[in-house]
T-cell receptor, first 118, second 111 residues
């Protein structure tokens, strides 16, 4: 149980275009999901907290107008990188936890999306 | 979240036990110790967690010192597939709280 599916696993896009990344909880419902970003040889850094039915909360230094988050249902959150530039190339990872609080106290992470902007 | 300190890298021979230390001297009484690992180009994978008692599951054992200021993750028989970055994280069990990842320990299991 507690599977988080992230799609796509990798994407290459041209500079200036937008890319949407999906994060789905397959066998549980999540009112909160988290989006992380990981640059090469660095650790995961939290970008934003996605809240079902309300606005996302962004970490300091993360542009909310550039990284659009939509958490329209209890099983799906999306991250859209708008007007992508090469410096946005990174590994994006989502995580979620069953809202019932069951499981291992922790969060399940998606498999990540490798974004390359050329 | 309390800060943790881990060695940046470790090597382990295949088939031997891998013992990964973590210091968390400022841990609070209601904070759990979690271990996750990240294999290259994948999302973090949950390994184990504990509050103050030692824990064991099918993947690993977690030994927490009596004063809870440090812990050790033990992989009893390391395989090449255990090569990964291992993260020790302390946090309260709060649904709405994220995980704060440090640099972790890069474990290399050698044949």
């Amino acid at each position: 149980g507690a599977v988080v599916s992230q799609h796509p696993s990798w994407v290459i896009c041209k500079s200036g275009t937008s890319v949407k990344i999906e994060c789905r909880s397959l066998d549980f419902q999540a009112t909160t999901m988290f989006w992380y970003r990981q640059f090469p040889k660095q650790s995961l850094m939290l970008m934003a907290t996605s809240n079902e039915g309300s606005k996302a909360t962004y970490e300091q230094g993360v542009e909310k107008d550039k990284f659009l988050i939509n958490h329209a249902s209890l099983t799906l959150s999306t991250l859209t990188v708008t007007s992508a530039h090469p410096e946005d190339s990174s590994f994006y990872i989502c995580s979620a936890r069953d809202r019932r609080g069951t499981g291992r106290h922790g969060y399940t992470f998606g498999s990540g999306t490798r974004l390359t902007v050329v | 979240d309390a800060k943790t300190t881990q060695p940046p890298s470790m090597d382990c021979a295949e088939g031997r036990a891998a013992n990964l230390p973590c210091n968390h001297s400022t841990i609070s009484g209601n904070e759990y110790v979690y271990w996750y690992r990240q294999i290259h180009s994948q999302g973090p994978q949950y390994i184990i967690h504990g509050l103050k008692n030692n824990e064991t599951n099918e993947m690993a054992s977690l030994i927490i010192t009596e004063d809870r200021k440090s812990s050790t993750l033990i992989l009893p028989h390391a395989t090449l597939r255990d090569t990964a970055v291992y993260y020790c994280i302390v946090r309260v069990d709060n649904y709405g709280q994220n995980f704060v990842f440090g640099p972790g320990t890069r474990l290399s299991v050698l044949p």
